[in-house]
């Protein structure tokens, strides 16, 4: 079946410790995404990808990395310079302009 | 920047009672989506409006666009259990490029 993989779906991290998170899809789909999560709150863009070796910023991209070297993955580095990284992050794409996006299941990223 | 903003932010209801959330936008959008997140979940696409004062229904869910392509509805009918979730819509800016702003949500839990 084609989806999308998000993993791990727990992570811990130290304070001052950068982390990866990773983001994996088999539907050939172009536009990748990353947003995150606050608790009872909705969804922030942190970066976009519309194709390989292209990426954009989000409405909040401060302290967070991503690279796209393969059309199926687009990892997420949240660094030690994001000062509130404790949220629930999920990744997307999409097929076309007009489709809906499809949903990974998300990882849970504490600072402890 | 644009903002969705939806209301209400929580909705319970008894069950087989009717919910409304409502969404509006700062800004003029090219389309709206809307998205369903349960419990401990990940949004699942619903469904998306293009065209002025479109009306779209699925099974008991309505979904209306309005006229000036600002606000958007989803209306439920006679609720279930199994509508219990976080109902988001998402929009694309009219000449804004391929993000989607998601609006705050609307949690709604139904009761025996």
């Known amino acids: 079946d084609g989806g999308i993989t998000q993993s791990p779906k727990y992570l811990f991290r130290k304070e001052g410790q950068n982390v990866t998170l990773s983001c994996e899809q088999n539907l050939n789909h172009d536009a990748m995404y990353w947003y995150r999560q606050d608790p009872g709150q909705g969804l922030r863009l942190i970066y976009y990808s519309q194709i390989v070796n292209d990426f954009q910023k989000g409405d909040i991209a401060e302290g967070y990395s991503v690279s796209r070297e393969k059309k199926e993955s687009f990892p997420l580095t949240v660094t030690s310079a994001q000062k509130n990284p404790t949220a629930f992050y999920l990744c997307?794409?999409?097929?076309?302009?007009?489709?809906?996006?499809?949903f990974g299941s998300g990882t849970r990223l504490t600072v402890v | 920047g644009q903002q969705v903003m939806q209301i209400p932010q929580y909705q319970h209801v008894q069950e087989g009672e009717d919910f409304t959330t409502y969404c509006n936008s700062s800004t003029t959008l090219s389309n709206i989506q809307w998205y369903k997140q349960r419990p401990g979940g990940h949004p699942v696409f619903l469904i998306q409006?293009?065209?002025?004062?479109e009306v779209k229904k699925q099974k008991r869910l309505t979904f209306q666009f309005g006229e000036a392509k600002k606000n958007s509805s989803l209306h439920i009918t006679a609720t279930q259990t199994t509508d219990v979730g976080t109902y988001f819509c998402?929009?694309?800016?009219?000449?804004?490029?391929?993000?989607?702003?998601f609006g705050t949500g609307t949690q709604l839990k139904v009761e025996l």
């Open positions: 998402a929009g694309r800016v009219t000449g804004g490029g391929n993000k989607l702003t």
């Open positions: 997307a794409s999409r097929r076309e302009s007009n489709y809906g996006y499809t």
């Open positions: 409006l293009v065209k002025s004062g």
